[in-house]
């Protein structure tokens, strides 16, 4: 089955889940691309399509949107989906923060709706990974979590 991960990353962070995704894949017809490098013809004859961004004021980074946005409707018909982002935990911030977290969300979630929207199934709930500080690092265990994320959800569907 061949499988692509999109991602985008600010710091690094999501770079480093989304490779520890790859990893936990581990099949040679996977396929791993920054979204700069990412083109919608990559879309083309793919079972499983991951893709992740930092959580960026409640929503994805601008630069995935703007390719999010260039995939034509029902283009993912067929294809099985599955989203991640990277964020702070609720539980260690200050009560106004959590509030807003609560507020405006993450990533995640709003990338599978847009991905549904253009036809793609999603498979696993959007799954979130955490950082420390905005800059990083991933708390501990994020990297084998991510790795076990990715095994799980391509042995989903094979």
Do not use: C
């Amino acid at each position: 089955m061949r499988t692509l991960i999109i991602y985008d990353s600010l710091h690094g962070n999501t770079k480093e889940i989304a490779e520890a995704i790859y990893n936990g894949i581990a099949q040679p017809d996977t396929k791993i691309l920054p979204v700069e490098k990412a083109i919608t013809d990559d879309l083309k004859d793919i079972k499983l399509l991951i893709v992740g961004s930092p959580t960026h004021g409640g929503t994805a980074k601008p630069t995935l949107l703007d390719f999010l946005k260039r995939i034509q409707k029902d283009s993912l018909v067929g294809i099985k989906i599955a989203t991640f982002d990277t964020r702070f935990l609720e539980e260690k911030q200050k009560v106004a923060l959590r509030l807003l977290m609560k507020t405006i969300g993450y990533a995640a979630p709003k990338i599978a709706k847009i991905l549904e929207s253009k036809g793609g199934e999603l498979i696993v709930k959007p799954e979130g990974f955490f950082v420390k500080k905005a800059e990083g690092p991933l708390l501990n265990g994020e990297i084998q979590r991510a790795k076990e994320w990715g095994k799980s959800v391509y042995n989903n569907i094979s």
